[in-house]
Every structure is written in structure tokens, then in C-alpha cells.
């Protein structure tokens, strides 16, 4: 084998240079993630991304723009995080992105789960909704899983079913999944819808009683994890529990019967749920000297 000659045509393998802009841009995100990462000082790390997105504008090479311009955006969003702006983030994004379709995947993806965890998916609906429209976002990398985020995290929790459907019987539900996803999907949709069309309606002349019986109902669940909390402390020390321990929670469950009536129809399953708790400490705990509880 002869070695290639420098007269020879070749592709090059390493890429060219870096340009001072591009070198300077790359510094001043690493120190923006150090600011982030290692000191934990957010402000000095959202100033340093807003410093690169302005010089940002004055690069030339636009591939290597959009990629830092994405870097920095996400790191920014988390300075915000921890600075407990999380309502400013989108605002933000789009005062860089002023066209909502070309945020990138990611920083989507970010928005998404943000305006979720806060309670606010309304916030971000109009933008997802504009980017998954966009045809020539359906090739990218991160379009199938903005379409289920948007899917789980907007649409169905803001009870927009017939939306969601015609999000997946659509083009973008085309584009996005195949068809066992499709289905897998639908499926979803339909189960939301049965649970809320499963919601009992409250007459308006018993709303005093059913106010009644939920504060009941509260009360027998907080009564429960109470006895099942006296349960697991008894059982903890079920090898050497002393009397007095015993005794204690007889008092706490006579003074338990003595609050709630047991004559309320409300009653009857937690008296036997009651009756069960009771008969596991019995049997647990004081076999073989007792015979066992019969219910």
C-alpha cells in the first residue's frame, strides 16, 4: 500500500478551526454550567447565558449559532429553576425564539413538563400545539416524544379528549406513532373520559349532607391511617410490647367509638375494615397463648 501523496484528493478528517467568536461563545457557556453546576450561583449563570445570547446574534455560522443558542437556553431555564421563576420561562424562551416553531425539541420538551408540574399546562398549549403542526418538525429527533408529552401533560389534563383524539387519528398522530402506539393511545383517551363520566353528580338540596358525609369520610381516613400507624408501632415491638402499650390503644380506640356513631350506614365498612385491623394485631400478636380471632 502507497501512502497518499499530498497532490492526492481526499476528504479532510478534522474539522477547521474554531473562529475567535465561536471559541469565546464556548467559554462563556462552560462558565455559565461551572456558575450553575459547581458554585450554585444561578444569577451569575443567567446573566452569562443572556451575555452569549446577545453575541450570539453577531455569529456567522448558522448551524454552529442554533446549537449554542439551544445550550444556553437550557441551561438559563435551569438558573431559572432554582431562582423560582419558573412562570418567566416561557416568556423568556420565546423572547429568543419569536418564531414558536422553531424552538428546538428539547427546550419544548423542558416547557412542557415545567407547565405541568406547576398546575398550568394551559400555558404552553398554543405553542406546543403551532410546533407540532409545523411538517418540517415531524423529522426531527425529538418530535415523538413532544407529541406524547403534549398528549399526557396538556391535552388530557385539561380534559380536551376530543382534541387528544384528533391529535392521534391526525396527521401529527401519523407522523408521531405507529399504529399499536395509536391504539395504545386511544385507549388512554378513552379510559380519561370513562373516569370523567364516572364523576357522581351532587343534587343541589342534599349539598349540605354530602358536605356531611365527605367531612365523615375524611374523618374515617384519617382515622384509619391512625390505627394502622398504632398497628405498625405495636407490631415493631411485638416480641417485648409491655401492657401499657396494649392499653393505650384501647384507649385510643374506645375514645374513637365514642366519635363516631355507629348506627351511620357511612359506618358499616369502616367498622368492618375496623373488625379486620383488630383481628391481624389479635392474631399477630398474642397467639399461641389466645385462640385465634373469629370474624
Given at each position: 500500500?502507497?501512502?497518499?501523496?499530498?497532490?492526492?484528493?481526499?476528504?479532510?478528517?478534522f474539522?477547521?478551526?474554531?473562529?475567535?467568536t465561536q471559541s469565546?461563545?464556548l467559554d462563556?457557556?462552560e462558565?455559565?454550567?461551572?456558575q450553575?453546576?459547581?458554585?450554585k450561583?444561578?444569577h451569575a449563570?443567567?446573566h452569562?447565558c443572556n451575555?452569549?445570547?446577545e453575541?450570539l446574534?453577531?455569529?456567522e455560522?448558522?448551524?454552529v449559532?442554533?446549537e449554542?443558542?439551544?445550550?444556553?437556553?437550557?441551561?438559563?431555564?435551569?438558573?431559572?429553576?432554582e431562582?423560582?421563576?419558573?412562570?418567566?420561562?416561557?416568556?423568556w424562551?420565546?423572547?429568543?425564539?419569536?418564531h414558536?416553531?422553531?424552538?428546538?425539541a428539547?427546550?419544548?420538551?423542558?416547557c412542557?413538563?415545567?407547565?405541568?408540574?406547576?398546575?398550568?399546562?394551559?400555558a404552553?398549549?398554543?405553542?406546543a400545539?403551532?410546533?407540532l403542526?409545523?411538517?418540517s418538525?415531524?423529522r426531527?429527533?425529538?418530535?415523538?416524544?413532544?407529541?406524547?408529552?403534549?398528549l399526557?401533560?396538556v391535552?388530557?389534563?385539561?380534559?380536551?379528549t376530543?382534541r387528544?383524539?384528533e391529535?392521534?387519528?391526525?396527521?401529527?398522530?401519523?407522523?408521531?406513532?405507529n399504529?399499536?402506539?395509536r391504539?395504545?393511545?386511544l385507549?388512554?383517551?378513552q379510559?380519561?373520559?370513562?373516569e370523567r363520566n364516572?364523576?357522581?353528580d351532587?343534587d343541589?338540596?342534599c349539598?349540605s349532607?354530602?358536605?356531611?358525609?365527605?367531612m365523615?369520610?375524611?374523618?374515617?381516613h384519617?382515622?384509619?391511617a391512625?390505627?394502622?400507624l398504632t398497628?405498625?408501632?405495636?407490631m415493631?415491638t411485638?416480641?417485648?410490647?409491655?401492657?401499657h402499650?396494649?392499653?393505650?390503644?384501647?384507649l385510643?380506640?374506645?375514645v374513637?367509638f365514642?366519635?363516631?356513631d355507629?348506627a351511620l350506614?357511612s359506618?358499616f365498612?369502616w367498622?368492618?375494615k375496623?373488625?379486620?385491623?383488630?383481628?391481624?394485631?389479635?392474631?399477630?400478636?398474642l397467639?399461641p397463648?389466645?385462640?385465634?380471632?373469629?370474624?
Open positions: 500500500m502507497t501512502r497518499p501523496r499530498a497532490s492526492d484528493n481526499f476528504t479532510p478528517v474539522k477547521p478551526p474554531l473562529s475567535c469565546k461563545l462563556m457557556l462558565e455559565a454550567t461551572e450553575l453546576m459547581l458554585y450561583d444561578f449563570s443567567f452569562i451575555r452569549g445570547l453575541s446574534a453577531r455569529a455560522d448558522e448551524d449559532r442554533g449554542l443558542k439551544a445550550a444556553f437556553c437550557i441551561v438559563a431555564i435551569q438558573a431559572l429553576a431562582l423560582n421563576r419558573w412562570p418567566g420561562v416561557l416568556a424562551v420565546l423572547k429568543y425564539y419569536q414558536q416553531e422553531e424552538i428546538p428539547q427546550i419544548l420538551h423542558m412542557i413538563l415545567l407547565y405541568s408540574k406547576l398546575g398550568d399546562p394551559a404552553v398549549q398554543q405553542v400545539r403551532a410546533w403542526g409545523r411538517p418538525n415531524w426531527l429527533d425529538g418530535f415523538r416524544a413532544a407529541a406524547e408529552l403534549y399526557l401533560h391535552l388530557l389534563p385539561l380534559g380536551h376530543d387528544a383524539r391529535l392521534v387519528a391526525g396527521e401529527v398522530g401519523s407522523a408521531a406513532f399504529r399499536e402506539q391504539r395504545t393511545a385507549d388512554i383517551i379510559d380519561e373520559e370513562r364516572d364523576v357522581p351532587v343541589v338540596g349539598r349532607s354530602a358536605d356531611n358525609s365527605s365523615r369520610g375524611s374523618l374515617r384519617q382515622v384509619e391512625l390505627l394502622r398497628y405498625r408501632r405495636l415493631s411485638c416480641g417485648s410490647f409491655l401492657f402499650k396494649l392499653l393505650l390503644a384501647a385510643i380506640l374506645y374513637l365514642l366519635r363516631m355507629p350506614p359506618s365498612v367498622i368492618s375496623l373488625h379486620q385491623l383488630l383481628g391481624q394485631m389479635w392474631n399477630v400478636m397467639p397463648y389466645y385462640p385465634t380471632w373469629k370474624e
